[in-house]
């Protein structure tokens, strides 16, 4: 068995497989490693459409998406492990990492010169949102319903209630309406959906599932399983507003609040986290303050759409080959990206004048006819409008980045 390698990745989801084949076409020498039984990550389960839109300009389902790069990425021979579980990162030295890898062989050490980390997110759970009551059958995060119903075709229940809006929550409305269950209320905490206006659409409108907006589930209510909820309207500060309580009689509750990175190993490496993003610090490679620890996909930041966590893949493939080409990135003078007006998170957070960079970003709250900022450099850029749940993705030349000095500062102002 080899174990040192030029790269080794973990995370066998899109984000996973894309930084594996762009580095075996770089030249490297790749290891993939996943902790689940098979690679391809969630677009396994997501048997609707609505991937690839911007990749390949096609609209596919999440299999025909990741099957496109399960297929290359056998093509091209990439080692690879399943059922492989990363225990610990170790900085061994500025160009070695040591990774104890427990393998249905046992545990191994596998050196590295780089490591490219895309083991993706988690779903926020029930403990994490502030709901009391009783804890009964009939609970499931919108991951597990969707696992249980696209992978091994058992239905969660027949009477809904889907906490959360996030885009997850609003697909999974719509595949239980199709497989015939009744979604009596998506429930949204925000005075807007957590998910993108298509979703909306398409899975609430389109079906006449009402979503009721500044409301909060408070408490779940059952004997052996499920069988109301309590549900409240919030005011500004999401505390809830005394005597608007009512109850929706359901028999299952499905839990859509939203992702967070999954860190835990590279956090043991000592990699500095955003608290914004809960993802890791990272500069233009999408390097982590750890050096030779590239971070991609969910594991970085919470994308929207597959094709963003696939390119970020791509560029933490191209940020480890130059690592390893230069023996180290080289001597650069960083540039922050500092979040003005109306901006919650951004990612990249340092950039430099050696190379273009796309911009990931979120606002704080919607508006309408605007302009996106970047004073320092002069660049200014008009939006209809800008929404929490849909992330701004903007290239930035490496000629605009040589116009600031140190920083660049982001902002969405009022158009005037």
């Known amino acids: ?19 594996a084949i762009k580095s075996k076409e770089l030249g490297l020498r790749v290891l993939l490693i996943e902790n689940r039984e098979f690679i391809g990550g969630i677009p396994i389960q997501c048997v609707h459409p609505g991937f690839g839109l911007h990749y390949f300009k096609e609209d596919l389902t999440g299999t ?6 399960i297929e290359k990425f ?21 160009r070695h990492k040591i990774l104890k890898v427990v393998t ?54 027949k009477e809904i209630v889907i906490v959360g809006s996030g885009d997850v929550g609003l697909i999974m409305a719509r595949r239980f309406t199709l497989e015939g269950a009744h979604v009596k209320a998506v429930i949204e905490i925000m005075p807007y959906p957590g998910g993108l206006t298509r979703n909306v659409v398409q899975c609430l409108e389109d079906f006449g599932i009402p979503l009721y907006l500044s409301h909060a589930v408070t408490r779940v209510e059952g004997k052996k399983r ?24 359901c028999d299952t509750v499905v839990i ?27 500069n233009s490679y999408l390097e982590t303050t750890v050096p030779g620890i590239f971070v991609a996909g969910n594991a970085l930041v919470i994308n929207d759409l597959v094709d963003y966590v696939v390119e970020q ?22 540039k922050k990206i500092v979040k003005g007006r109306n901006i919650r998170l951004v990612v990249p957070h340092y950039v430099s004048e050696t190379r273009d960079v796309m911009i990931y970003a979120r606002v704080k709250k919607p508006e309408e006819n605007v302009r996106l900022r970047f004073p320092e450099i002069g660049k200014e850029i008009k939006l209809p409008f800008v929404r929490p749940s849909e ?13 600031a000095k140190d920083k660049i500062t982001m902002e969405v102002v009022p158009n005037e």
Do not use: C
């Open 1 to 19: 068995m080899q174990n040192e390698y030029d790269v080794v990745v973990i995370g066998g989801g899109p984000a996973g497989l894309a930084a």
């Open 64 to 69: 025909e998406f990741i099957y496109r790069f």
């Open 74 to 94: 056998n093509e091209m021979g990439i080692e690879y492990y399943t059922n492989a579980h990363v225990l610990e990162i170790i900085p061994y030295s500025y």
């Open 104 to 157: 249905e062989r046992g545990i191994h050490e596998i050196i590295a010169k780089t490591v490219i980390y895309a083991a993706g997110a988690r779903e926020r759970h029930l403990f994490e949102i502030g709901i009391t009551g009783h804890r009964v059958a009939g609970i499931y995060t919108a991951g597990e319903a969707q696992t249980m119903m696209d992978i091994y075709g058992i239905m969660p229940g």
């Open 226 to 249: 499920v069988e109301r909820v309590i549900v409240t309207e919030v005011n500004e500060n999401l505390k809830p507003i005394p005597g608007t309580e009512k109850i929706i009689e």
């Open 256 to 282: 859509a609040a939203g992702l967070v990175p999954y860190l835990k190993v590279i956090e043991k490496a000592g990699v500095i986290i955003d608290p914004t993003t809960k993802g890791p610090v990272v």
């Open 313 to 334: 893949g791509e560029e933490a493939a191209i940020g480890a080959y130059e690592f390893i080409k230069n023996e180290g990135l080289p001597a650069i003078k960083w």
């Open 391 to 403: 992330m701004i993705r903007i290239r930035l030349r490496k000629e605009e980045i040589a116009k």
